[in-house]
């Protein structure tokens, strides 16, 4: 009789998959980005100084304070006095899974197991035929993909004929799981064939690196250009993203992720040096996918062609990422210019030209609703903005509350005129006054201060690299970072100097003393300041592009 106490490692290994350490351990101890790493003061002993480190690459932390150790596990088991299969049930929840119990259960989970052994099987077969066959090595070269790109996403090939399933005839048991598993089809006469024949394959992986599913592009001509496993019990094709075990390779927290449509793209990307980057596998980007993201990463890049499906899709995203806008988050759009994908851009450019395109050409979600608006509704007549204002509006209902929520309706109802006319029906009476001086205007950094020390919690929102053109957090605020509050006007003073330190402190207009209005202040002011960073690198660019044309050209009239 089996032991139903009994949790298999194999649903525990899942358990640890589907977790991210830093997560569970930023929700009862407030950590802080260092390099790769999160640090905190120990919850296991007391101490002044961080010593505590949570590695998210890992999936461990460690004290080196008084030598605490572990993973999720062991952290709920130490930190929340849970025994080791009430922590196991506690990680199930959130993860949306149910601790086995019963024999069926523990049943399905054996056949899970066995399901995965034989994608592994599968793989190694298509690894083996990718090596014997040199047409498809000549593709992949002819494609510029390397071998040691081949190798990190284990790339394979699937030849004409029946090769898998005449490679599993003596094991009838792993037949009929790749059966059930959609690599091996039966007609209805009986006659069983390979699913993927004359295809270069792309397996795809999940958290833990286990094979699910498999992508395959066929050699040549011939339709469907792309095929992808069936639906399965290993594989939900809009429930996985591909390259995403890959990327957690590099790092496991990036500060942004960019999504792009197809496996070569991925691919391609990887090999020149862009590893933060997942495909959807040719399907409408869904909510489980955008869950997924958003836990990998705070700020989502999706990728386009630029004709009119590219921007179908992006539309699609937009709608399925809104829900998931918490404050914090980050959502941009980049369209590569006509006849150009990820895959083609990258190889004829090159990184630096790609990443410029990220930094400097991309949409910011709330431009990209602006720019379908007018797409849709096109006009400046006053039906015409009654109607972008309704539809706008509508679209960002499912954000959640926040800054986030409020400084983008403000947007679509200054785009639409909407703001104008309700400033207009509130400025008071019409009767003349006497002409008041302009506004004082403070440098954006003096203004981000100002609020810094007035509402000391929205620092950590300053210390977000994804709010800093380049990532480039200034000094003085990690500084700040380090000193206890209350040496911040001190440490202020030394670094930004007391002239600029007093003005600071002495900013005083509407709203910024409340909280709420201080970080919608603080959430635009850092965005303007982001913009106008972006737009100067990118003259000093233009410049310095131009510079080097007239050199050439001069070189060139010389000879």
């Given at each position: 009789?089996?032991?139903m106490s009994?949790?298999?490692e194999?649903f ?9 350490l830093?997560?569970?351990i ?5 950590l802080?980005?260092?390099?790769k790493?999160?640090a905190?003061c ?13 590695n998210?690459d ?5 004290c ?12 709920l088991m130490?930190?929340?006095?849970r025994?080791?299969r009430g922590?196991?049930?506690?990680l ?24 995965l052994?034989?994608m592994s ?10 090596r ?9 070269k002819q494609?510029g ?10 790339l394979?090939f699937?030849?004409n004929g ?9 094991q ?10 959609g690599?091996?089809v ?9 699913r993927?024949?004359?295809?270069i ?21 011939g339709?469907p250009k792309?095929?992808?496993s069936?639906e399965s019990r290993?594989?939900h094709?809009g ?16 500060a942004?992720?960019i999504?792009?449509e197809?496996?070569?793209d991925v691919v391609m ?13 040719g399907?409408a980007?869904t ?28 539309t ?6 809104l ?18 994908d990820?895959d083609?851009?990258?190889q004829?450019?090159g990184k630096?030209a790609?990443i ?7 949409l ?5 609703i ?18 972008k204002?309704?539809l706008?509006n509508?679209w960002?209902r ?6 986030l ?7 679509i ?15 008071g009476p ?19 201060l100002?609020i810094?020390?007035?509402?000391p ?5 300053v ?5 800093w053109?380049n990532?480039?957090?200034p ?6 970072a380090s000193q ?7 440490s ?5 100097g007391?002239?600029?330190?007093k ?11 409340t909280s ?10 850092l ?8 737009d ?12 080097r ?11």
């Open positions: 009789m089996r032991d009994f949790i298999p194999s525990i290994d899942d358990v640890l998959a589907r977790t991210d830093v997560e569970l930023n929700a009862q101890v407030p802080k980005k260092k390099g790493e999160y905190a120990c919850p296991f002993h007391q101490e002044k100084t961080p010593s505590f480190y949570v998210p890992k999936q461990f932390y460690h080196f304070g008084c030598g605490a150790h572990g993973n999720a596990v062991s952290f130490d930190y929340e006095h025994d080791f922590a196991i049930e506690e199930a929840i959130r993860a949306g899974m149910t601790l086995p119990v019963s024999e069926v259960d523990h049943k399905a989970l054996e056949e899970q197991a066995a399901m052994d034989s099987f599968a793989n190694t077969h298509f690894k083996r035929q990718l014997a066959h040199q047409e498809a090595i000549d593709y992949l494609r993909v390397n071998g040691e790109t081949a190798a990190l996403f284990q394979g699937a030849p029946n090769l898998l399933l005449a490679h599993c005839e003596s009838p048991k792993m037949r009929d799981e790749l059966l059930e598993l690599l091996i039966q007609k209805d006469d009986g006659e069983q064939y390979d993927f024949r004359r295809r394959m792309f397996p795809i992986r999940d958290k833990r690196g286990q094979i699910i599913g498999f992508g395959g592009r066929i050699l040549g001509a339709e792309y095929l992808n069936p290993l594989f094709k429930q996985n993203l591909y390259g995403l075990y890959e990327a957690r390779l590099e790092d496991a927290r990036p942004r992720v999504i792009v197809g496996y070569m990307l990887a090999q020149h040096g862009v590893r933060n980057v997942v495909a959807t596998m399907t980007t909510d489980e996918q955008i869950q997924s993201l958003y836990r990998f990463s705070p700020s989502l890049v999706f990728c386009f062609d630029g004709d009119a499906a590219g921007r179908r899709a992006a699609k995203a937009l709608h399925a990422a829900p998931h806008l918490t404050d914090g988050r980050d959502l941009r759009f980049l369209f590569l210019p006509d006849g150009e990820p083609s851009f990258i004829a450019k630096p790609f410029e395109l990220i930094e400097h050409h991309s910011s979600f709330d431009n990209f602006l720019q379908l608006l007018d797409q849709m509704e096109p006009g400046q007549d006053t039906a015409a903005m009654a109607k204002s309704k706008g509508d960002i499912t954000l959640p509350d926040g800054a929520k409020r400084i983008t309706q403000r947007r109802n200054e785009h639409t005129g909407v703001w104008r006319a309700a400033y207009k029906k509130n400025t019409t009767e003349p006054t006497l002409p008041r001086s302009k506004p004082q205007s403070y440098a954006k950094q003096t203004l981000i100002s810094v020390l007035k509402h919690d929205l620092l950590q929102r210390l977000a690299p994804e709010v053109f990532a480039r957090i000094e003085g605020f990690r500084l700040l206890p509050r209350t040496q911040w006007v001190q202020a003073t030394e670094f930004w007391a002239e600029e330190t003005t600071a402190l002495a900013i005083e207009f509407q709203g910024i003393e709420e209005t201080a970080q919608d202040i603080l959430h635009d002011t965005i303007q300041l982001h913009r106008s960073e972006a100067a690198a990118s003259k000093q660019a233009s410049r310095q592009a131009l510079a044309f007239m050199a050439e050209q001069g070189k060139n009239h010389k000879s």
